[in-house]
């Protein structure tokens, strides 16, 4: 293994701490983070680094873990809220959609402040350890909400939102923080990722998949299996920020391809996929030769058991059928 | 807190102008001209006023909605506070919000929301900026007996305690959150004890006795800005009106609130002053023109300003990017910091007096 190369966990813990050394505005804040290094390790030594006034063991207390951040962004200060899972996120959701997403538009003020933490299932967390919530941050107008598929991404997009004025919800999959097939080596000049742009992972012309974070994966494995078995060129388009969107890179997509599927891990109704389906439905309708489809967890708590959590998540089987039979349309 | 005689005055004209906008504002939500609901709070003036006059500059305050003495104290301008009241598109909130929800983190006020306590936490990192930054100021945050029933009261007490933050917690015991009294609420008697569990001094006063507050609050105040960590301070008054002005509050039994209007605290004063002379009739009739014309410049001012263009709702969702200032350091003025002034306007944050003349409300 190449050495140089980084996980996509260290290059979270990375940015943190590059943006740490950059500005003293930033600093982290949540449950374990400190001595321990966070539940997942994302920010390891970094209180050795920076002390304990720039890396804070809080109470496990998400309204003030929030708050607090909402209030020294006021200050001018460019906080980072760990949520330890993000599934606790609900704990402080008054501070996020009352306090944090109104602020700006009503009283003039940035809040610049991110929240993030691990999303996402497959680790067999069960119900409360498993959560995809960003629909509900999606439609909190002043929210910006983002989930970096990559390891270049999860460095790049990390920093863009601590630079962010405006509150930012990045949301890393835990899946993905330590798998071996996403280390790579990044560059090592500061670099960010401009939040609000999409970006093309797989080209093709038979069809769009428009699809985030760890389910991007899935959906590339898919679009390999259907160019050697089904002669078809799927074109994998990784969204990566959803608030705010980037429609002019999805309608260019779609434009070319006339066919689109859409896949998220998060339940299926009221999900990202219904306000995408929306907006191809009305701005697209003319370009569309098959309806546009969607796989997404179904309706149901996120589950436990191994053989109830595979039934829900979205996968790249799961994928194949239904880009066959929208293929087939 | 020393208080001289031209001190006394002062707080004495604070309350007043509070009562004496207040009661305007019930009047012209009487007469249809403000929309939306509204809150007034006759009998805590001694608590706003008083809790206010014990900070500095550089110090901030996270009130509620009953907490226009605050605002007053703190500088905030009566036409700024009657454009926000007429949702007029010059407010602070650009008619986007009503009620007293206005704030400039350069003059120390947060603005509040309607979930009452939500606003402790966000004091809690108010307070911890100023403590990161190694400066001498405080944070005074308010809520009522009803927001001490909320996680946020909570974990905002345990946070501020554990973290050691420059924060003063005043809860406005008012006896009544809506309709509900403080009986059905809580089972103890004195919500100052909730402070023994967060580890941090606790204290009831008479909320409608200006010099207890003073007094209490002032401690408390010192003891942040010394270092040693939050306090809370519960004053005790009463709401003698409805908990907005849509609310008959038929549910307050008469007596009780025949006895907390004799408990006046703005009467209460006056009388003290009167007794020592520092109030005379004429001094008096001073001050009520004075406030009486600064009210009718206010909603004169309200009156003749633009409604908002429907047309710009969609605006200003997202702040833009850019170098944001540390409030309260030097050069945090500066116009290349995104939040040196308003981006929305352009102009720089005007609730307070003193920025008025900046943006031409002057």
Redesign the interface.
Known sequence: MNDKKVTYLEAIGQAIREEMLRDE?V?LLGEDVGAYGGAFKVSAGLQNEFGV??V?D??M?E??I??????????????IAEMQFIDFITCGF??II??AS???????????MVIRGPSGGGTKGGPFHSSSPEAWFFHS??M?VVVPSTTYDAKGMLKAAI????PVLYLEHKLLYRMPELREELPTDDYIVPLGKAIVRREGEDMTILTYGAMVHQCLKAARILEEADDLEVEVLDLRSLA?LDRETIQESVKRTNKVLIVHEDTLTGGIGAELSAILAQDLFEYLDGPITRVAAPDVPFPYAPQLEAAFLPDADKILVAARELAAY | MELERANLLQIYRFMRLTRVMEDRIRTLFLQGRIVGGVYTAQGHEATTVGAAMTLHDGDCIVPQHRDLGMHIVRGVSPRSIMCQWLARGNS???G??GQM?????HAGV??M???LG???????????????RKRSNVALASCGDGATNT??FH??L??AS??KLPLVFVIENNGYAYSTPTSKQFAIQNLADRALAYGMPGQSVDGNDVFAVIEAVGKAVERARNGQGPSLVECKTFRVRGHSEADKADYVPAELRAEWLAKDPIQRFADYLFRYDILTENINAKIEAEIKAIINDAVNFAEHSPAPDGATVSD???????P??????PD?DNPQ???AF????GQP?SIVDKAEEAVGRR
């Open positions: 505005a600093f006034d720039r804070i809080t109470p207390s309204a003030a929030i708050g607090s951040a909402v209030g020294s962004a006021l200050m001018g200060m460019r906080p008054d501070q009352n306090m109104k602020m700006y538009w009503r009283a003039g003020m940035p809040v610049s107008p002043g910006k630079r962010d004025n405006n705010p | 602070p909130t650009l986007r919000d929800h206005i704030g400039d983190m947060v603005p929301i309607s979930m939500a606003s402790l936490p966000v004091a809690c990192g108010v307070a911890l900026t100023m403590k990161m996680g946020s974990e905002a345990n946070f554990s973290q200003y969702v997202y702040a833009p990017n850019g944001i200032a540390i409030v309260g350091e945090a910091y995104i939040n308003d981006s929305r306007t944050f």
